[in-house]
T-cell receptor
Framework: KAGVTQTPRYLIKTRGQQVTLSCSPI?????VSWYQQTPGQGLQFLFE???????NKGNFPGRFSGRQFSNSRSEMNVSTLELGDSALYLC?????????????FGPGTRLTVL | GNSVTQMEGPVTLSEEAFLTINCTYT??????LFWYVQYPGEGLQLLLK?????DKGSNKGFEATYRKETTSFHLEKGSVQVSDSAVYFC?????????????FGTGTLLAVQP
């Protein structure tokens, strides 16, 4: 079974631009979560989707948004990019949205904002 | 609030040495506990997990026991290999409700020398 895939793997943008990242979960998985990883802040939860509904959101500004489609694929969007948005963005999928369920991570999208 | 505290790294060991990486947590209720590993340039891979007190998770020679009385989930391996060199993250998921949100520790870099 194919793992979680994320596209693109690398992105370079300039301040003020917007960006869309894509995540395809493992087949059959209905829950998708997004995390931001930076050297300074570590791994931080962005949001979680289940059956096209946002179930949980982390403490990030409104410039960060996401959505999930009926096939469970998910996208996240960052508008008006800032230098501090440079990070590795990780997507994770799981069968359902429960606290005991294992999340499987993709390889990440490395975003660099210049 | 919910949080995870890991020992600071880097941890440098010789091949075949014994490994312990300490992890303690603070949580409301009874969380599930996880260890993830991240190799350079990659996403996170689940190493092991435990979903209730006194459970022992194990995988690839690594073990960790969910200790409710000491709120700990220390990672151990009897004999490390060079290929174990990576960053290790302890994480918890919050009990209750339909949410998968993971809260991570800061990560511990392990370097194993031949």
């Amino acid at each position: 079974k194919a793992g979680v895939t994320q596209t693109p793997r690398y992105l370079i943008k300039t301040r003020g631009q917007q960006v869309t990242l894509s995540c395809s979960p493992i087949s059959g998985h209905r829950s998708v979560s997004w995390y931001q990883q930076t050297p300074g802040q570590g791994l931080q939860f962005l949001f979680e989707y289940f059956s096209e509904t946002q179930r949980n959101k982390g403490n990030f500004p409104g410039r960060f948004s996401g959505r999930q489609f009926s096939n469970s694929r998910s996208e996240m969007n960052v508008s008006t990019l800032e230098l501090g948005d440079s990070a590795l963005y990780l997507c994770a999928s799981s069968l359902v949205a429960g606290s005991t369920d294992t999340q499987y991570f993709g390889p990440g999208t490395r975003l660099t904002v210049l | 609030g919910n949080s995870v505290t890991q020992m600071e790294g880097p941890v440098t060991l010789s091949e075949e040495a014994f490994l312990t990486i300490n992890c303690t947590y603070t949580a409301t209720g009874y969380p599930s506990l996880f260890w993830y590993v991240q190799y350079p340039g990659e996403g996170l891979q689940l190493l092991l997990k435990a979903t209730k007190a006194d459970d022992k998770g194990s995988n690839k020679g690594f073990e960790a026991t969910y200790r409710k009385e000491t709120t700990s989930f220390h990672l151990e391996k009897g004999s490390v290999q060079v290929s174990d060199s990576a960053v290790y993250f302890c994480a918890l998921s919050v009990y209750g409700g339909a949410t998968n949100k993971l809260i991570f520790g800061t990560g511990t870099l392990l370097a194993v020398q031949p």
